[in-house]
Structures are given as C-alpha cells and as structure tokens.
C-alpha cells in the first residue's frame, strides 16, 4: 500500500529544480541514520530513501528522509497522507513519535501560492518604494545614535542564516572570515553563489548583513557617514555569515537545525534569520531551545505577505525567540507583514536603505531603499548585538541570567518591551508586538533579577522527543489566529496537525492576496487530504480555517 502510495508521489512532468519528498521522523530516542533508513526500507520496500540527521551527527532524535524520484510541489495533500502513513508503518520499535512533510516555502506567500501569472506580479507582496528619504532615516526613529553612546555592539557576534555574503563595501570590516558554513553547496565558504531565477533572491544575505553592521555614523536628521553609504544599527559587531539557503523566497527549513546549533558553537551572541514559511519543522524547535539554554539572543521575522507570524519566528509563543513585525516611516503597518500576538516588538521595514548586490556583476557600491520584516528584523538584530556587548557579552549575561532562574533571551524580551507603549496610529492594534523597537530604552532598562514569565519550559516539562508536539503548536496558533477553529480541534485530529497547520497559513496567504487584487489566487484553495477531508466533514470552522468546502461540497 505504502509502495503504491510512493510511486503516486513519482510526477510524469517532473518540474525542474523541484523538491523530492522530504520526511522529517521524529524520535523519541537517538538512533543512527542508517537504522532509521532500514526502517523505512522495510515498511515501504522498494522505497530509494536517503536519510540524514538533521543535526549532522552519528545519532540523533530528528532525521530527514527523502524519497528520490518524487515531487513534493502540487502533491502537497498526498505528501501530508503518506507522511501519516509512513509513521504508522515503522516499526514501533523505532519509536517514531511525528512525521512532519518538509515543504518548500518562504516568506512571499502570494508567490508560494501561485505560478507566475500577470495578476500575480501586479500584487508581488510589495508597496510602493520611495527613495527619497536619508540614508540613515531609521536611526532617529529607533534611537540608536543615543543607544551607541552605552554601545556600538563591539565584541558581539551576530549569526546571519541566510544566502550568505558578498563583496560589498557596506560590508568592508564586517565578516568574519573563520567559522563560516555553507549548507547548499558545502563546505566553509559562506559566499552567496548569486543563484537566480523564478522565485529566487540572491543577494538577501548580503542585505540583512549591512543593515545590522555597515561600519559608519548617523546623526539625529539620519544623515549618515562612513566607508559606506549606510550605518548599521550594530556598526562594531561581527558578522558570522552562514549560507542556509538560496533564497527566502523558496526554500526549505531543513538546513536551519545544523545552522542554528553551528551558531551556538561558534560563539554567537545573537541569531538572526529574515526568512521563514508556514512549514513546521521540529528539528528547528530543538535547534532553538538549545539555543536559548546556551544564552543567545534569537531574532526572527514574522513574515511577509503571510498574514499569520510564520515559522520558524511562530516560535516566539513559546519563548524561542524574537518575533518581529514591519511598520512603514510613519509607524503604521506595513501592508504585508505578518501580524499575531506572537509578535514581540515591531520595527521600520518599509524603505530602509541597505546594501544591493543581486548578481556577481553587481558593483560593490550599491544600495537600494527596500521592504519587508527583513529589514525591521535586521535592525533589532543589531540592537541585540549592541545589548549584549553592554551587558558584557554572551557569557556574563547567562551567568546573571542563570543566577535569576530565567534566560537571556527571556531577559532580552524584558529589556526590549520595557515601558513601551503602542503608538496611536496602529489603531488599538494588539499584534503588532509591545511597541516601536527603541535602542536607547532597551540599553537603558535594568535586567531582570528574576522570572520574567516569557520564558520557554524547560526540558523536564517537554515530551521524550524534546519537543512539543505539532499538535501543540497548532493549538496555539488556531487559539491565537482562529479561536472557532481552536475550539473544533481536539487530541483525536492530533494525527492531522501538520497538515491543518500548513493549510491554515496558506489559506491566510491567499485570502490576503485576494484583499490586494490577486483575485484568483484568493479564489483558489489547497487540497486536503481525503483522511483531513472526512474527519473535518461536521467541522465548519475547521474546514474554513483550511480552505472551505471542497469543491464537490459545494
């Protein structure tokens, strides 16, 4: 049966550059690869398997089957139900708690939703740019010139997980040159390969680098100077670039793990990752409670054009990061960031300048005015860069944190939000985070000496795998973005949680690319699988919250 199920996953018309199924196994103890592919091997014989560790190492709870000569991209349902499948086949001997589909996504989730049509490219999860403004704008509205007189983020290393890094004179001083890592093609070379086409974004890494260290000044107006044209808002930290990825607007999760756990070894004060997509990967999870036990800061974006905060910054709710939202000059919100109460603060994401190099003919001089919870992640990145340097890095903060009973990352939160208050123009809004990042009260405000009620549970509380369960973080997510919803899920859908997870955000994505003129992406819906279909049949909300009726409901 499972055999038959795997050749329907074989495609006629392989796309190209399409992704093979991809299968992440859960465990609840550590196991090497090769058993966990003998195990699948004998639950779907026949099956041409690859297995890795998702942390790289000889054994490991996380692991990642792909399944050669299949496609995952339009097959999504048939991936979610064979993943099901496949965990009840294993021998229960192997102790296989999830599987979980690794999906490609990103943060455009017009794109992700849609082939490149007309319509499409009108929306393109974009607003109107204006270059108008100073270079360095943003530094009065997040107050970063008085936050460098306690900081420029001197002696802290900021870990980018992204596309990787360039040449690029907003960069001149910045990268360190040893502990690189490159995830796509190998190896410890961390250069952006500048790999182009539909649905690519080279060049990303190279941005997000200069918006949190381009070496320079800014005054109270944003004028700024230096070697470059732009100041970061860390403009003495160091950056340790790491190539996870070839784009944020394609990809998958699969690589974050192993690149999270090499930042932590590394030495990284802070992580930053401006990517992100609806697919929950529990490797990731792991990867970032780690993370956190060892005293880092994690800053992620919420998303654009998903409405709901995507993964892996969703993990904000669970005290695993920093969740970050993106305000236009005026402190409104911008149009397409993602928006929960799993936000923690939000930033300028529309029109911040930074360094453009999109192609390896590109000059090294260049800079654009963009937009995205790229950028607003960027900029609180390096404010964490900058807090943690003036609280004496990394190390002496853990210290005071363990001595308190709580986290670094948990007293970077309290820093962060401390006596903000939401700015008028949002609205009453509730989530968009605690308020407009603000460099000089975050450096300003005393640590915490205690709990401060954000932080993650510690691993005693966890299940044997070390992590929560999907279901588990489909409830807070219905219960924060869906309460009808929420309240039809019970531990009896516990085996379907990946798949209305994923269907929640993509519903989300196309209803809001409807509401900006993507008419017919709005009107189109995913496919659940047949055993989603029939066990949400007397659930309305539900079946809303994933699409709607089937078609032949209707």
């Known amino acids: 049966m499972l055999t038959d199920d795997l050749k329907a996953l074989r495609p006629d018309n392989p796309v190209a550059e399409a992704e093979t199924v991809k299968i992440e196994l859960v465990l609840q103890s550590e ?14 014989p026949g099956a041409d398997v690859q297995v890795e560790a998702a942390f790289g ?10 399944f050669a000569g299949t ?132 060049g990303h890494g190279t941005l997000v680098c200069s918006v949190i260290a381009s070496r320079g000044d800014a005054d109270a107006a944003g004028q700024t100077s230096g070697d470059g044209a732009i100041t970061g808002s860390a403009p003495a930290a160091d950056i340790l670039p790491i190539r996870a990825i ?9 690589t974050l793990p192993r690149a999270i756990a090499h930042a932590v070894a590394q030495g990284a004060g802070v992580i930053t990752m401006a990517l992100g997509g609806p697919t929950r990967v529990a490797a990731t999870e792991r990867a970032l409670r780690d993370a956190v036990a060892a005293g880092v800061v994690v800053t992620c974006a919420a998303g654009n054009c998903w409405p709901s905060v995507v993964f892996p910054a969703a993990y904000a709710a669970q005290g695993l990061c920093t969740a970050v939202a993106a305000l236009t000059k005026s402190l409104t919100p911008w149009k397409m960031t993602g928006r929960g109460p799993e936000v923690t ?9 930074g360094a453009a190099k999109n192609a390896v003919t590109d000059s090294d001089r260049g800079i654009r005015a963009t937009q995205g919870t790229t950028l607003a992640t960027s900029l609180t990145a390096g404010v964490a860069a900058c807090w943690v340097a003036h609280h004496g890095g990394r190390a002496a903060l853990k210290t005071r944190a363990d001595a308190a009973g709580t986290t670094v990352q948990a007293m970077w939160v309290a820093c962060l939000t401390q006596g903000l208050i939401r700015p008028t123009v949002w609205g009453g809004a509730t989530d968009l985070g605690a308020g407009v990042l603000d460099a000089e009260r975050t450096l300003a405000a005393a640590l915490p000496q205690g709990v401060t009620g954000t932080e993650a ?41 990946p798949e209305i997870l994923w269907l929640s955000h993509r519903t989300g994505a196309r209803a809001r690319a409807a509401s900006n003129g993507a008419e017919s992406v709005g009107r189109t819906r995913d496919p659940r699988s047949a055993g989603l279909e029939l066990a949400l049949a007397a659930r309305p909300a539900l079946r809303a919250a994933t699409g709607g009726l089937a078609p032949a409901l209707r």
């Not at 489909?474 to 929420?486: E, G, I, K, N, R």
Request: proline share 6%; hydrophobic share 50%.
């Open 31 to 44: 196991l090497p690869p090769a058993v966990v592919a003998a195990a699948i091997g004998a639950a779907v």
């Open 57 to 66: 190492g000889a054994t490991d709870k996380f692991h990642f089957a792909s």
């Open 71 to 202: 496609q995952a991209a339009g097959q999504e349902a048939q991936v979610f139900a064979f993943a099901r499948a496949l965990r009840t086949a294993i021998d229960p001997a192997i102790g296989v708690v999830e599987t979980n589909p690794v999906l490609t996504d990103g943060l455009y989730g017009a794109l992700a939703v849609a082939g490149p049509t007309t319509e499409l490219a009108m929306f393109a999860c974009e607003t109107r740019l204006d270059s108008s403004h100073a270079f360095g704008w943003v530094h009065p509205v997040i107050r970063t010139p008085a936050a460098w007189a306690h900081s420029r983020g001197a002696g802290t290393i900021v870990a980018v997980i992204d596309t990787g890094y360039s040449s690029h004179q907003e960069l001149t001083g910045a990268i360190l040159t040893t502990g690189q890592l490159n995830l796509v093609e190998g190896g410890t070379d961390a250069r952006d390969r500048f790999v182009s086409g539909f649905l690519r974004h080279p």
């Open 246 to 254: 070839k784009s944020v607007v394609s990809f998958q999760q699969d």
């Open 345 to 353: 603060i939000a930033a300028p994401g529309e029109n911040v300048w």
């Open 457 to 497: 549970v510690p691993d005693s509380a966890l299940p044997l795998a070390g992590v929560e369960s999907t279901a588990s973080i489909l409830q807070v997510h219905l219960a924060s973005h869906d309460p009808a919803a929420a309240a039809e899920f019970g531990s009896y859908l516990a085996v379907f949680a």
